[in-house]
């Protein structure tokens, strides 16, 4: 088992077919992951294809998640909690200057993401639009977002199952009102589809 502290990140890599675990082990804990493809990382996670051809913007067990070309990345294979979210994007030192009104240093998403990623070659710009494992947000029939604390319980997952060769980032998410007020690890475990672990 891989434990991302709270506040921090991980990059790593998945082969097709490999199987990846997100738990939230504490519960209440949101992780942004962004995906890309080991052998191009120009193809990567799209939000408004996977939401375009699953027809939906809430994507569960059973959905995949498509690239920017139209290529299936992930299928999600299992979902405990059911609510994850495709809509916002990964916290950035600039979200905590206009949204929390803080001028102070905070860590981000966004600079986890991309301190993991850089060995890569990927670039803070190349950074999409994460899929939020686990986070609440909810939206009212005139579309106004309100970001709730996860619905998640200590030990709930999502699985996905790699369609591909790829770049895989996780964080332990750091904005306060995306987790309920409070910071607490991931856990991630890599297998093969028999369920042996690989890394």
């Not at 405990?80 to 206009?98: V, W």
Request: overall charge negative.
């Amino acid at each position: 088992m891989h434990i991302i502290p709270p506040q921090s990140g991980a990059a790593f890599e998945l082969k097709k077919g490999d199987i990846l675990t997100i738990i939230d082990p504490m519960g209440q804990q949101v992780s942004d992951m962004v995906v890309f493809n080991r052998e191009d990382p120009k193809e990567k996670l799209s939000a408004g294809k996977s939401m375009d051809f699953e027809e939906s913007i809430l994507l569960t067990k059973g959905n995949y998640l498509w690239s920017n070309r139209s290529q299936k990345m992930m299928e999600i294979r299992e979902d405990t909690n059911g609510r994850n979210d495709f809509l916002l994007a990964p916290c950035s030192p600039e979200t905590f200057e206009i949204m929390y009104d803080n001028p102070e240093y905070h860590p981000s998403c966004q600079e986890n993401l991309y301190r993991n990623l850089r060995p890569y070659g990927i670039d803070v710009d190349d950074i999409p639009t994460a899929f939020n494992v686990f986070m609440n947000v909810q939206f009212d029939d005139k579309g106004k977002l309100k970001v709730l604390p996860p619905t998640s319980k200590p030990g709930d997952l999502v699985r996905f199952k790699a369609e591909m060769d790829l770049i895989v980032a996780l964080t332990a998410c750091s904005a306060e009102d995306s987790n309920g007020g409070t910071f607490k690890p991931i856990h991630y475990l890599i297998t093969d589809e028999n369920g042996m672990i690989n890394q």
